[in-house]
């Protein structure tokens, strides 16, 4: 097995910052992941009910190299109105893709998941001042996981979803770390074991006793269309283009893939986003066939897939029960 980063957290990649609102009253929130100094960026869209922004900038062959965000938020299509106060608040700072006399123009990504009805209103009043305060509560550490920002109001299955987030530090020294609101159509939790389909993937007890509790799972609700999605990011320190990018975004949904049982369904938008804030160049391999650089690209890639597993079921292991939706740790043991 892998090791962890310091806190087993999307802010042990260097160069980043994660924020949130959390409104439990709405049963809705905002996460805000930030490259104040810019990052090369790729997403991979596999879901078929995306709510997104800014998603076909990203693609290799299109002018922008770096953002400056990437924004995951609750709400749904009405959750993209977050991301105006992040341009906002980044514009105020200076930051953007510069332009003329000293001007910069906010790059800023986003996904959004289905959390409509969970709450007070059947529409949260989600909207820019909650993207603002989500990058004012901003740090480069540890800042929480579960029931908070775009986690707060996910249902996963038929049990409470949530925000997680997990690192692994690669021999090179490259580290992988991954941040993800659950909020699946299928199920993290295997019905016939009542365990979670991924457990083998935990790094030193990070899942900890609740996630070996053998529960019986609650009936799901019908399938409903356009309801869940699972949003996520990668980030890692390494030297990227945006195609490699990219190519990590692709790899990183096969944890997705493993972990959540079914995905990419009619029913879920599922989006994955990776960012490079380019500390460590990837390492070469020699040899006259090999392409120099496709193995360290393989292993950041089995990393990703393996933080974005474990993170998904530590945000379900993390969250707690809010309305009728029930947490794993509240749950029956058999």
Same mark, same amino acid.
């Given at each position: 097995?892998?090791?962890? &980063?310091?806190?087993?957290?999307?802010?042990?990649?260097?160069?980043i910052?994660?924020?949130?609102?959390?409104?439990?009253?709405?049963?809705?929130?905002?996460?805000?992941?930030?490259?104040?100094?810019?990052?090369?960026?790729?997403?991979?869209?596999?879901?078929?009910?995306?709510?997104?922004?800014?998603?076909d900038?990203?693609?290799?062959?299109?002018?922008?190299?770096?953002?400056?965000?990437?924004?995951?938020?609750?709400?749904?299509?009405?959750?993209?109105?977050?991301?105006?106060?992040?341009?906002?608040?980044?514009?105020?700072? &200076?930051?953007?893709?510069?332009?003329?006399?000293?001007?910069?123009?906010?790059?800023?990504?986003?996904?959004?998941?289905?959390?409509?009805?969970?709450?007070?209103?059947?529409?949260?009043?989600?909207?820019?001042?909650w993207?603002?305060?989500?990058?004012?509560?901003a740090?480069?550490?540890?800042?929480?996981?579960?029931?908070?920002?775009?986690?707060?109001?996910?249902v996963? &299955?038929?049990?409470k979803?949530?925000?997680?987030?997990?690192?692994?530090?690669?021999?090179?020294?490259?580290?992988?770390?991954?941040?993800?609101?659950?909020?699946?159509?299928?199920?993290?939790?295997?019905?016939?074991?009542?365990?979670?389909?991924?457990?083998?993937?935990?790094?030193?007890?990070?899942?900890?006793?609740?996630?070996?509790?053998?529960?019986?799972?609650?009936?799901?609700?019908?399938?409903?269309?356009?309801?869940?999605?699972?949003?996520?990011?990668?980030?890692?320190?390494?030297?990227?283009?945006?195609?490699?990018?990219?190519?990590?975004?692709?790899?990183?949904?096969?944890?997705?893939?493993?972990?959540?049982?079914?995905?990419?369904?009619?029913?879920?938008?599922?989006?994955?986003?990776?960012?490079a804030?380019?500390?460590?160049?990837?390492p070469?391999?020699?040899?006259?066939?090999?392409?120099p650089?496709?193995?360290?690209?393989?292993?950041?890639?089995?990393?990703?897939?393996?933080?974005?597993?474990?993170?998904?079921?530590?945000?379900?292991?993390?969250?707690?029960?809010?309305?009728?939706?029930?947490a794993?740790?509240?749950?029956?043991?058999?």
């Amino acid at each position: 097995m892998g090791k962890t &980063g310091k806190e087993n957290y999307l802010t042990d990649v260097q160069g980043i910052l994660i924020g949130h609102f959390t409104s439990l009253e709405s049963a809705s929130g905002v996460t805000v992941v930030l490259c104040p100094k810019g990052a090369t960026a790729g997403v991979d869209v596999r879901g078929a009910a995306p709510g997104t922004r800014e998603t076909d900038l990203l693609a290799p062959l299109n002018l922008v190299e770096q953002v400056q965000a990437v924004v995951l938020s609750g709400g749904s299509v009405y959750g993209l109105s977050a991301s105006d106060g992040v341009v906002r608040w980044l514009s105020e700072q &200076g930051m953007g893709f510069p332009l003329p006399d000293r001007k910069a123009v906010p790059i800023v990504p986003a996904a959004v998941l289905f959390d409509l009805g969970r709450g007070k209103d059947f529409v949260p009043p989600v909207g820019p001042e909650w993207g603002r305060i989500a990058c004012e509560n901003a740090v480069s550490k540890y800042n929480g996981l579960g029931c908070l920002g775009a986690g707060t109001g996910a249902v996963s &299955g038929a049990i409470k979803g949530g925000l997680g987030s997990a690192s692994e530090v690669l021999a090179s020294g490259i580290t992988v770390a991954a941040i993800v609101a659950v909020n699946s159509l299928g199920s993290v939790i295997d019905s016939r074991t009542g365990l979670a389909w991924e457990l083998e993937t935990e790094i030193d007890d990070e899942f900890g006793p609740i996630a070996r509790r053998r529960v019986k799972l609650p009936q799901p609700e019908p399938p409903a269309a356009a309801a869940n999605t699972t949003i996520g990011l990668i980030a890692t320190d390494a030297v990227l283009t945006k195609a490699q990018a990219m190519k990590i975004a692709q790899m990183a949904h096969d944890g997705l893939a493993r972990a959540i049982r079914p995905c990419h369904t009619m029913f879920d938008g599922d989006t994955i986003f990776c960012v490079a804030t380019g500390i460590h160049d990837l390492p070469d391999t020699p040899g006259f066939f090999v392409a120099p650089k496709a193995v360290a690209l393989n292993d950041i890639g089995r990393s990703a897939a393996d933080c974005m597993s474990r993170a998904i079921i530590r945000g379900i292991v993390e969250t707690h029960s809010l309305g009728t939706a029930v947490a794993l740790r509240d749950l029956e043991a058999f």
